[in-house]
């Protein structure tokens, strides 16, 4: 269960970057950077363009990219100078299907969410911020530092076209992420994200911090394959 609930809150993430940009900027890059339970802290970098998302996850040398209008996914390995390349909603579907296998066949209670403002601003890599506590039955599961400095015109539409397709193999899991999202966009969008789901301790195991925004014209070759990579083709997978 815990794996996906660290599943689902990535895919609402990277959704809710997507449906806070896509109209109030042409191409835009966004700097992140990722920490685990570990502490070992990762450097995200995603730029988004329209219909098109890709997200570089540095440390790893891996890079995806994601046409959501083209129905295409592909996975780039920098390191053996490879990708692959999927249609997107037979991805989605796979990690339905996975994530079902590893989830208990019982239906997950509901919580009761709440969204708070906790009285707390402060200044975040140049952002005005404000601290927002999500608690789901009283418990504290998710801490947002959430700014205005960015533009959130058409916002509600955006997320609607995008959510019918982005997560529709991911009704059920993503329901409670839906009611998060819903609940916290009000207060603007997130720069830091202290996620308390899965904490062993006092301290979380999960942070998002978004270090810069910078909008800008981003070419078609930004959501290619590298020039000189081979292509793979993925094995097909058992029934």
Known sequence: MKRTASVVHGMVTILLLIFLCEKSMAG???????????????????????HRFRTDH??????????????????VDHSSRSYVEVKFSHWEKEIAKRLKKETPVTTPRERKIIVRRAGETATINGFRTEKIEILADGELIEENWVTRDVDLKEMEEVME?????????????????????????????????KDYTMTYGLGPIDRMEVKRIEQK???????????????????????
């Open 161 to 193: 076209k995008e959510a019918r397709g982005f997560s529709k193999e991911f009704r059920l899991e993503m329901k409670e992420g839906r009611e998060i999202y819903e609940k916290l966009k009000p207060y603007g969008f997130p720069i830091l994200i």
């Open 28 to 50: 835009v890059v966004i700097e992140q950077m990722m920490k685990g339970r570990e502490g070992i802290a990762s450097k995200v970098i995603i730029y988004y363009s329209g």
């Open 217 to 239: 014209d981003l070419k078609d070759e930004v959501f290619l394959p590298p020039a000189g990579y081979q292509r793979i083709v993925p094995k097909p997978s058992k029934k």
């Open 58 to 75: 540095l440390e790893g040398g891996l890079t995806t990219i994601m046409d959501f209008k083209g129905d295409r996914m592909i996975m």
